[in-house]
């Protein structure tokens, strides 16, 4: 997978050829014989162009989705949460990213797909953080991993970078720091804490991510720090003006047991189409009509 040198990562104008059309550019449903990459994203910005990003822990769900056109694939370690069972993200393991990274780049053709570097993967400093996202692009084929923190975490973008790693950064509400949170709440509210948010979106800019989430921010905030930066914004709770808006899938399609976040609109009802399907099935089957003569070798 070609990776792109810490200069273009940085430059929003740093430039592809351009391509025939305004439809050919576009992230969200463009034309591409290619994957995604982050030169297309800062291009996107520079044009001023939204787009959608969506979880994916799956082959055949990340072909949906690839298929749908959504340009950038997060495996997140949400998947801790929706996919394997556990509490909340910190539990999840190098080998279950590595392996479920795998499975989305195995089941996309177009989308970049980044991949999370879970907790305790990158804390240890700059040079653990590149051995396990150097696993993640060369044992799973990722196109970019991302990671949460601001100014704590700008040595460890800086050196992936600069190793060829594109970067996405992840600040506001960090996941993997429930346990210092003492749950999930809003970031960023008053003088001092908006500044800090402003500091650490700045410093991941200037260590070399190409784009940075914004997760459980007031919306004018977000909107400060999207003008203040070259790079994309990515949203999540953050309100309208971010360059891009993301969701966890499960969460987005309806699929997800219980209360969701505030931030989350629910565009299906996958848990109760599911569930209306398995239990067709099985009246079916204790019905003794199924399977059926057409479902039946002979």
Not at 125 to 144: C, I
Not at 217 to 232: D, F, K, Q, W, Y
Not at 240 to 252: F, G, N, P
Request: glycine content about 10%; proline content about 5%; charged content about 20%.
């Amino acid at each position: 997978m070609t990776q792109i040198s810490p200069a273009q990562t940085q430059d929003p104008k740093a430039g592809a050829a351009p391509d025939k059309t305004a439809a050919d550019k576009s992230l969200y449903g463009g034309k591409r014989s290619r994957r995604v990459t982050v030169r297309d994203i800062a291009a996107a910005k520079a044009r001023s162009d939204k787009w959608p990003m969506l979880t994916a822990y799956d082959a055949m769900t990340a072909s949906v989705f690839d298929d749908a056109g959504i340009p950038v694939l997060l495996v997140g370690d949400s998947m801790g949460n929706c996919h394997l069972g556990y509490e909340s993200t910190v539990p999840v393991t190098m080998d279950e990213m590595t392996l479920l990274s795998a499975a989305v780049v195995r089941g996309t053709e177009r989308a970049l797909i980044v991949a999370d570097l879970p907790f305790g993967s990158y804390q240890e400093g700059p040079v653990q953080a590149l051995r396990n996202a150097t696993r993640l692009v060369k044992e799973a084929g990722v196109g970019a991993v991302k990671l949460e923190g601001g100014e704590r975490s700008a040595d460890q973008i800086k050196l992936l970078v600069d190793a060829g790693i594109p970067v996405m950064a992840h600040i506001g509400l960090t996941p993997q720091s429930v346990n210092a949170f003492g749950g999930y709440p809003v970031q960023g509210r008053g003088e001092e804490a908006a500044q800090q948010l402003l500091r650490d979106a700045k410093a991941v800019q200037d260590a070399g991510a190409f784009s940075v989430v914004l997760e459980a921010v007031p919306a004018g905030l977000a909107a400060e720090v999207t003008r203040s930066l070259h790079i994309p914004t990515i949203g999540i709770g953050a309100g309208l003006e971010c360059d891009a808006q993301v969701l966890v899938w499960t969460d987005m399609a309806g699929l997800t047991k219980g209360r969701v976040p505030r931030f989350v609109k629910q565009y299906a009802q996958l848990r109760e189409a599911l569930g209306g399907a398995a239990k067709a099935f099985a009246e079916d089957v204790v019905g003794g009509t199924f399977p059926a003569e057409e479902h039946t070798f002979h």
